[in-house]
C-alpha cells in the first residue's frame, strides 16, 4: 500500500482528506501520491489549506471531507470516462454555451452540488493544476502592482481571487461568471482574505453576452479555463484586448484535447492556442504546456494537455 510521506501533524486536513481518498477510491489515491512524487510535499501544503478553508465553508460538519472526496472522485471518473470517449470519437459530449449552461452551469445537481468542490481538490491532486497555479503566483501575481484593478472572467472556485488577496493588501476586484453557484462559492471561499481596503464586485453574466466592462483601467486580467468552454474564444480575446493598455498582463489557462462535462471548443494542439492568441492581438510572454499523460510531448497532436500562459499586449 502507497502512503503519503510523514507529518501529518503539521498537515491535519490534509491527511484526513487523503485518507478518505484511500478509503473510498484507492486508485485515485494512489495516482495522486505517484503523480509527481517530488512535489508531493508542496501539493500537500495546498491540500492543507484549502482544506481548512472548506472546513470553514461547510461549518466544521464531521462528515464534510467525506462528501468533498466524493465529489473529488466524481468529477475524476467523469474525466476519464469523457476522456475515453473524445478518444474514440473525436468529439466533445457538449457544442454549445446554451447546452453548457443549462445542463451544468444552471445544473444544482452538478454546479451546485460536486463540481466546484472537486475542483478545488484539483489543485493539489492534480500535478498540473499546481504547476499551473505556481506559474499564477509567480509569474502573474508577482508582476501586479501593490493595489491592482483585476478583471476575473470566470471566477469558478474563488481560489484565484482568494490568492489575490491574500498577496496584495488593497485590492479592486471584478469577476464575471454565468453560474450563480460559482459567485456564491467564490464569495464564501474568499470572504476569509477579505478586508476593508479591498474592493470585490460580481457580475453574473457572459463573457459572450452581455456584461459591463470594468470601468478602470485594468492591471490584471485572470481567464482561468475559459476558452474551451465557449463557442467563439478568439472573439473573448479580441474584446479583453481593447479593455488592456501596454501594462496590462493577463493570465489565462486551458486545455488540449481533455474532456469535461462543460467543454464545447476543442483545441488540437498547443500551437493551435498559440496562434489563436496572437492572431487576436495578444503577445505571449511565457507559456506553460503540460502533458497530462508522463510519455507525451508538448508538440504532439490529440493529447490531452493542460496549458497556461501570461499575455500582455501585442
Not at 104 to 130: I, K, Q, R, S
Not at 216 to 226: N, S, Y
Not at 234 to 246: I, K, P, T, Y
Request: some cysteine; hydrophobic content about 40%.
Amino acid at each position: 500500500m502507497t502512503s503519503a510521506p510523514t507529518g501529518q501533524h503539521q498537515t491535519p486536513v490534509a491527511h484526513a482528506i487523503l485518507t478518505s481518498l484511500q478509503q473510498q477510491m484507492p486508485f485515485l489515491h494512489k495516482a495522486a501520491l505517484e503523480s509527481d512524487p517530488h512535489s508531493f510535499d508542496e501539493r500537500l501544503a495546498v491540500l492543507e489549506t484549502t482544506g481548512r478553508r472548506l472546513q470553514f465553508i461547510f461549518d466544521d460538519d464531521r462528515l464534510w471531507i467525506d462528501g468533498v472526496v466524493k465529489s473529488y472522485i466524481h468529477l475524476s471518473i467523469e474525466f476519464l470516462r469523457l476522456q475515453q470517449q473524445l478518444e474514440k470519437t473525436g468529439r466533445y459530449l457538449l457544442s454549445s454555451e446554451h447546452e453548457a449552461a443549462e445542463q451544468v452551469y444552471h445544473n444544482e445537481d452538478v454546479f451546485g452540488a460536486y463540481y466546484l468542490p472537486g475542483l478545488l481538490l484539483t489543485e493539489a491532486l492534480w500535478p498540473n493544476h499546481f504547476k499551473l497555479n505556481h506559474a499564477f503566483k509567480t509569474a502573474f501575481l508577482s508582476q501586479l502592482p501593490a493595489s491592482p484593478s483585476v478583471l476575473e472572467v470566470g471566477v469558478g472556485t474563488g481560489y484565484h481571487l482568494s490568492q489575490l488577496l491574500t498577496t496584495h493588501e488593497r485590492v479592486n476586484y471584478e469577476g464575471i461568471d454565468i453560474s450563480q453557484f460559482a459567485i456564491d462559492f467564490c464569495k464564501t471561499f474568499a470572504a476569509p482574505d477579505l478586508d476593508a481596503r479591498s474592493s470585490v464586485d460580481f457580475q453574473l453574466a457572459s463573457i459572450t453576452g452581455d456584461y459591463r466592462p470594468p470601468a478602470a483601467k485594468l492591471d490584471g486580467i485572470i481567464m482561468g479555463e475559459v476558452l474551451e468552454h465557449i463557442e467563439t474564444p478568439g472573439q473573448v480575446l479580441e474584446d479583453l484586448r481593447e479593455l488592456a493598455d501596454g501594462q496590462t498582463k493577463m493570465f489565462i489557462t486551458t486545455v488540449v484535447f481533455a474532456a469535461n462535462i462543460d467543454h464545447i471548443f476543442m483545441f488540437e494542439k498547443v500551437n493551435d492556442i498559440r496562434k489563436l492568441v496572437m492572431a487576436s492581438g495578444w503577445r505571449i510572454e511565457n507559456d506553460w504546456p503540460l502533458p497530462i499523460y508522463p510519455t507525451d510531448t508538448p508538440d504532439m497532436v490529440k493529447r490531452p494537455m493542460n496549458y497556461g500562459a501570461l499575455l500582455s499586449k501585442a
